[in-house]
């Protein structure tokens, strides 16, 4: 996948860069080219964006953007750690930006950009100078290859889904983060922010409702409650259990087994 994303990078370079002798080609090119394209002054002022930029990036108009907008200044590119890179380009240099991805909200907080339920844009970024008859470098030009727009609520879906099928298993951050395609500090963020509690909380959380559930069998002893949740009855989930609901399990089954009306099972081991 990285090596469909690096050859539409340089593509989309060569396709620019092949019309730099012809500037209303190039400036029609641009204007049509379906991935964002800007282009900066050499202090990173913005001079010129596209519809792709307006469209996928969600910038408002040309007018809240040109002549305002500085690449060099932007928080968002300081945070993730990318402004000196961005600065080769002012020595002739063509940089490649792979995996920039920036949570939606901070372009909003910062930005003229549209309100819109997307949590993070990721794109791969080519920047190139375009230089002057005489050689120097008098601007520069960034295409934008987006790669992922995440709207939230699919990728915590999926993580969900995750959890609760593999509820038996360790608890694995690394494999939930994976199947929800985001990475792991990404992922724990989102998925906090959107359900209430960590990746692992919820983990717990399905766990220990699926003890609930096996402890309300009455043909089953307390031990192989636990043992078929593939919980330990006598070390750290027990201690939870009791956090989670107010009382042992053996109390717990004999509140339930009270407002059902059934007499308990003695809870030996089977």
């Not at 994303?5 to 989309?12: E, F, I, M, T, Y």
């Not at 909200?105 to 002057?132: A, G, N, W």
């Not at 989102?190 to 699926?210: D, Q, R, S, W």
Request: hydrophobic fraction near 40%; include cysteine.
């Amino acid at each position: 996948m990285k090596e469909l994303h690096d050859g539409a990078n340089k593509a989309a370079v060569q396709s620019i860069l092949s019309l730099t002798a012809e500037p209303s080609l190039l400036a029609q090119l641009i204007d049509n080219f379906p991935y964002p394209i800007q282009i900066f002054s050499f202090d990173g002022t913005s001079l010129l964006i596209n519809k792709a930029s307006l469209d996928l990036i969600g910038i408002r108009s040309v007018a809240s953007h040109v002549g305002i907008y500085n690449v060099f200044t932007d928080p968002v590119v300081r945070k993730l750690g990318f402004t000196d890179k961005i600065k080769q380009v002012l020595a002739g240099k063509t940089v490649h930006i792979a995996d920039f991805n920036a949570p939606y909200q901070d372009l909003v907080r910062h930005f003229q950009v549209v309100e819109r339920d997307i949590q993070t844009i990721s794109s791969d970024i080519t920047c190139f100078p375009l230089t002057s008859p005489a050689g120097t470098v008098s601007c520069f030009a960034a295409v934008f290859i987006i790669k992922k727009i995440y709207r939230g609520k699919e990728e915590i879906q999926k993580g969900r889904q995750y959890i609760e099928t593999h509820w038996l298993e360790k608890f694995d951050a690394a494999e939930t983060a994976r199947a929800a395609c985001l990475s792991k500090a990404h992922f724990a963020k989102l998925f906090k922010k959107h359900m209430g509690a960590t990746p692992h909380e919820y983990y717990i959380n399905v766990k220990i409702e699926k003890l609930k559930e096996k402890l309300l069998d009455d043909n089953l002893s307390i031990a192989r409650a636990f043992a078929d949740c593939n919980i330990d009855y006598n070390g750290y989930y027990a201690r939870l259990f009791r956090e989670h609901t107010g009382l042992s399990p053996s109390e717990f089954r004999s509140v339930q087994a009270g407002q059902t009306g059934t007499t308990p099972e003695p809870s030996c081991p089977p």
